[in-house]
């Protein structure tokens, strides 16, 4: 796997796009000191993931948007690993973000959009902490 990690290195322009996803989808909240760390897992995981479709391709992944990203993604991986295959990319984006100036800047992260009503949910950052003085902001 350090191989395949090796070979679907992203670009600096990707790196910071999963580290500043990394700090925001946890509130701000992310200890910097645990930001590498996550970073490697979920480059790991997005890599795995590649692997078990590759050997068994043609395959289907139904995955969080971040690791359907091609950028930073399964896509990307796949790309770097096997780049005459063909992929495909469906980022699920809520109805609410549909009309906000980010709808564009998302969308550009997936071959495909599919626009899914948008549900009420509690505030995930009102309960996240991770100690006092620890956050990476």
């Not at 070979?7 to 700090?23: F, G, H, M, P, V």
């Amino acid at each position: 796997m350090e191989s395949d990690y090796q070979k679907s290195a992203l670009t600096n322009d990707a790196k910071r796009s999963l580290e500043t996803d990394l700090i925001d989808g946890h509130c701000g909240k992310l200890p910097a000191r645990y930001l590498e760390p996550m970073f490697r897992v979920q480059r790991l995981t997005d890599i795995s993931m590649a692997q078990v479709m590759m050997r068994h391709s043609p395959a289907i992944l139904f995955a969080g948007n971040g690791h359907v990203r091609n950028d930073y993604g399964v896509p990307q991986v796949l790309r770097s690993l096997e780049p005459s295959k063909k992929r495909v990319s469906v980022g699920l984006i809520e109805e609410a973000q549909r009309d906000s100036t980010a709808f564009a800047e998302l969308a550009k992260l997936y071959d495909f959009v599919w626009i899914t009503p948008s549900i009420d949910r509690a505030d995930p950052c009102a309960t996240l902490h991770f100690g006092k003085s620890e956050s990476s902001k």
